[in-house]
């Protein structure tokens, strides 16, 4: 017997075919309480995509609250934890942190600027064919379940892992041990109209080599981007009614106004020289809209000139980019930083190094052991152990800011 919805509606499937393979998406059995959720089937692998988008920004917020995760599980590989004292998922692997910002990257700038309803999603592992990694068949889930939201995400997104197999040809969704013996290992992710992201991993393949790679997995996505589609008109979704955080009209032409002949070629120096001219510019701009206005009637509007200079600014990079081909601290796209570095900065560790680039600088610091003290690696698709640890870490000094220290950040895994 079939789940009965709670809601009356009918299950809804579409299928295609997908680097030799059945892509089946799924609407309407599981997730009743999200915003919307979407069971994608490749092959043995099954992964639950449920996206939950609020219904009202949220105030006060400068950025897009967005955040999407990768929950592995052991069972959808047929594993129980190897560890005697915990045999319940706990914090996330660091390759499901590491796939759920892969998924993230071509997602997000596909929502439109001055977006602030909170939105997540969540990509979770129920059956895992050991044949291949399920990461891509996650970002497919994930895109079709932002869609049917109804929310101004302008996709879909589908996403490939290509290699080379032994026959020299481009192939997806190898397996781990093809991937790692083989000459190249590439996510690639696109709309239909265009790459959005590409990540890769190599070992001395050629420029056209990638190229290709980029071509064919843009060419062999293109059926999930269109099944995606398909479900979208298939079950008729209901488009969100939602307004963009953006400054009032009246005010980002009153900013721009006063800012011109301000940005442009004063602002092209490097930094840190950058940012503190841009911060006396920002308070040369409160002090003028105070005095003009009067404190009564500035202070409430104090964030919104703010983000109004904010987007004059980004503009003028755009500008100085696209039109004057040039950076924004004063670099032609052929300068590159000055480098520099130097080893055996420390004396009592086993090896060190410190590679600068313009103020740009990252220390590496090396410890050697014996193999007993190999890491254990027990995940979902991983059971071996790990020699080579390499660890970043990026606390807020690096970057000029007050930042309270903690265990490491999704962006530091």
């Known amino acids: 017997m079939s789940i009965i919805n709670p809601y009356g509606k009918q299950i809804t499937k579409v299928s295609t075919e997908l680097c030799g393979k059945t892509l089946t998406l799924e609407v309407n059995r599981v997730g009743f309480r999200s915003s919307a959720s979407v069971l994608a089937t490749y092959g043995d692998t099954v992964v639950l995509g449920t996206a939950m988008v609020g219904n009202s920004p949220l105030d006060h917020f400068d950025y897009f609250p967005l955040s999407i995760d990768y929950e592995e599980k052991m069972y959808a590989a047929g594993k129980i934890s190897g560890s005697r004292f915990i045999k319940r998922e706990g914090r996330p692997s660091d390759d499901a942190v590491l796939i759920g910002r892969l998924i993230d990257r071509p997602i997000r700038p596909l929502w439109p600027k001055g977006y602030r309803h909170e939105a997540q999603g969540v990509a979770t592992i129920l059956s895992m064919d050991p044949e291949f990694r399920p990461d891509m068949i996650a970002m497919i889930a994930m895109s079709a379940a932002f869609m049917l939201t109804g929310a101004p995400f302008d996709g879909p997104v ?25 000459k190249l290992d590439i996510v690639v992710a696109g709309t239909a109209n265009g790459v959005m992201m590409v990540e890769a991993g190599a070992s001395e393949v050629t420029e056209k080599q990638v190229v290709e790679a980029i071509d064919f997995a843009m060419k062999a996505m293109q059926p999930a981007i269109d099944l995606q589609n398909e479900l979208v008109k298939k079950v008729g979704v209901e488009t969100q009614e939602y307004s963009l955080s953006l400054p009032d009209e009246a005010i980002q032409t009153e900013l721009d106004k006063w800012v011109d002949g301000k940005l442009g070629q004063p602002l092209r120096v490097d930094y840190p020289e950058r940012n ?127 930042r309270r220290l903690g265990s490491p950040g999704r962006r530091e895994i």
């Open 276 to 402: 503190d001219l841009i911060s006396d510019l920002r308070k040369q701009m409160e002090d003028y809209f105070y005095e003009k206005l009067g404190e009564e009637e500035f202070l409430p509007l104090k964030s919104e000139y703010n983000d109004a200079l904010t987007l004059a600014i980004h503009k003028d990079v755009r500008k100085g980019i696209v039109e004057d081909k040039i950076r924004p601290d004063g670099r032609k796209f052929t300068d590159i930083r000055t480098l520099s570095s130097e080893v055996g900065l420390l004396p009592r560790v086993h090896g060190s190094s410190i590679f600068t680039r313009g103020v740009t600088q990252a220390m590496n610091i090396v410890t050697l052991a014996p193999l007993s003290y190999a890491q254990v690696v027990d995940t979902m698709e991983k059971d071996e152990e790990r020699r080579y640890l390499h660890h970043y870490n990026a606390p807020g000094w690096t970057v000029g800011e007050v």
């Open 158 to 182: 589908a996403g490939l892992r290509v290699g080379i197999n032994d026959s020299g040809e481009y192939q997806a969704f190898m397996s781990n041990k093809q991937l790692n013996e083989g």
